[in-house]
């Protein structure tokens, strides 16, 4: 069973949901709260903020405002093992809020599931819209920590998923940058652009996005989900090092 309670909040059945095309306001929704002790939010409105690289990772929203009991991370491309840890982090735009936690994950937990997002700050945070409000998510192996260099990524998104698009969002410090989506035989893709200037400090300031085609099972090698996410960045004539997310895999 899960170390962390867990909670059903629909009445269909795990695994046989988020197909594209078909309804998902009955998506299976399994909460898993965080590990104990690992939920750290911060909340400062002077704060002088960089931001990491990798500010979020998510599919696309169709709602106006975040639910903050609603944050959604899908495991479609992944296989998850017993033990396996979630790294969860969230962070707002203009810096003034971040949060991160663990979840530990064991076989069979679904497709989609909820993480419990236990904040003090809930009615401030669902003020923020979808693009200002973002988070992303890994997995490690049983052996190995948040830290860790090599990770696969899951997508997150608030409330059901939008998942024929996936969007990242950067701290790319403005620079000249694209995105690909890595198949087994072909490129896919997509388009970066960088986000209007602000007084506001900025967590990230560069949104990529690009077309997932999420399909059933038996998809065609052209219709189904990249592998991995590749971001290419160039700084004038200098080619930076590319920014890697693993989708898939065991």
Known sequence: ?????TQIFTSCILGFCLFVGDSQADSPAVVLKPDTNTFVEKYDETVDVAGQLRAGLMYGSTVENVDIDDLRMDLKLQTVINGETACIRVASRNGVFSATWEITLETGVGEQVITGFPTQYKKILEKFTPDKLVAIASVVAPDQNCTAERVRYLPTSWGDPDNETIVAYLNADS?????????????QRGKCRILPSSDENTAFDTICTLPMNLTNSGATSSTKPPIELVVIRNNFSTVMKRIRYLLSGS
Do not use: L, S
């Not at 069973?1 to 309670?5: E, G, H, K, L, V």
């Not at 690909?180 to 072909?186: I, L």
């Open 1 to 5: 069973m899960f170390r962390q309670t």
């Open 175 to 187: 620079t000249d940058a694209r995105i690909a989506g890595k198949k087994d035989k072909e490129t």
